[in-house]
């Protein structure tokens, strides 16, 4: 058990894994704030949390909370860590760690300036099956990696409530799906600084809301590498399960679940373990000042990324050749 103290800020389902995981991680978790008193209480039963309130900002004042985990809309991200990160707190903030680069630079530098540790939720990098798949192209066995193939995909499925509002998200599957097979590419690699990135990106194919639920990203590493990213909401199928990525190199290629689809039944791919190793990581990290997998810099270049691949997909579509070519 570390000394270390908690609290949660929103009471959603990301919220619940990471309750879930403090336990097994040895963390107590004092204190959940949220909008909706009555689903905030009702968080708090579930996980034996002894405070509950609507007022965050009073609840982060508090002396005894060293750690504040930020799982709102990501609108929120960015206001609530840095009112956390000026009060002298520790924050691990859900992914994406703000709705634009700009405002995670600023993330960034106050984190510096209070000398505290900014972590972003990129959990994956804590998955035993990745971090292994990590180390055997470390070690050479595929040879020089060429290129990767990733998915973020939900099949059949997809969200409702904020994470389909523009305004609130930020956008739709590519942030929310997206950014995960695109941190888990990079953390694969050995995370390479990326050079360029390309999409294209449907909004609204399988839902009628502003937001996108289609598309593909290409990024371009340093070192030659390219990896391409599957995401979307409601596909008719999965080509590989959440952060699945294959690398492909000159000695061979190997994917992170080579057996899957289909699903064991009884098989929970989003676990509790990789979340409990991810807070046992940013505990430690604020209790040593190192600094954990799951960066500040490892946040803001996914972001980047998903900034610039919206960015792409903005530039307008004309015709590469006329009807009338005969």
């Known amino acids: 058990m570390t000394s270390l103290r908690m ?14 995981a403090a336990k097994v991680a040895g963390i107590e978790v004092v204190g959940v704030a949220g909008h909706n008193i009555a689903r905030a209480q009702t968080f708090a039963e579930t996980h034996g949390i002894a405070h509950v309130t609507e007022d965050w900002r009073t609840l982060v004042a508090e002396p005894n909370v060293d750690l504040v985990l930020v799982a709102t809309p990501n609108a929120l991200h960015h206001p609530q860590a840095m009112h956390a990160l000026t009060r002298g707190k520790h924050v691990l903030v859900e992914k994406p760690m703000a709705l634009t680069g700009e405002t995670a630079k600023a993330m960034i530098e106050a984190a ?58 930020g956008g739709g599957a590519l942030i929310d799906m997206g950014i995960h097979a695109i941190d888990t590419a990079r953390f694969l690699l050995g995370d390479p600084v990326p050079l360029r990135v390309q999409a294209t990106i449907g909004k609204g194919m399988f839902g009628d ?104 997909n903005d530039q307008p579509l004309t015709p590469l050749v006329s009807r009338t070519v005969s």
Request: proline share 6%; hydrophobic share 45%.
């Open 112 to 169: 510096k300036e209070a000398e505290r540790i900014l972590a972003v939720g990129h959990m994956w990098r804590y998955r035993e099956e990745v971090m292994a798949l990590r180390q055997r192209i470390g070690q050479g066995e595929f040879g020089r990696i060429v290129r990767t193939h990733g998915f973020g995909i939900h099949a059949k499925w997809g969200p409702s409530g904020w994470f389909t509002e523009p305004t609130l998200a």
């Open 7 to 20: 609290i949660l800020l929103g009471y959603g389902w990301a919220a619940s894994m990471h309750a879930r």
């Open 209 to 312: 809301y502003p937001v996108d639920d289609d598309g593909l990203v290409i990024v371009d590493w340093e070192g030659g590498i390219r990896s391409l990213v599957e995401f979307g909401w409601h596909q008719p199928r999965l080509g590989g399960l959440e952060a699945e990525t294959e690398v492909l190199g000159t000695l061979g290629a190997a994917k992170i679940w080579p057996d899957m689809p289909p699903v064991p039944v009884g098989y929970e791919h989003c676990s509790v373990p990789m979340y409990a190793a991810q807070l046992a990581d940013v505990a430690n990290c604020c209790e040593t000042k190192q600094v954990p997998a799951c960066s500040a810099e490892v946040g803001f270049t996914a972001l980047r990324i998903v900034e610039l691949a919206y960015r792409a």
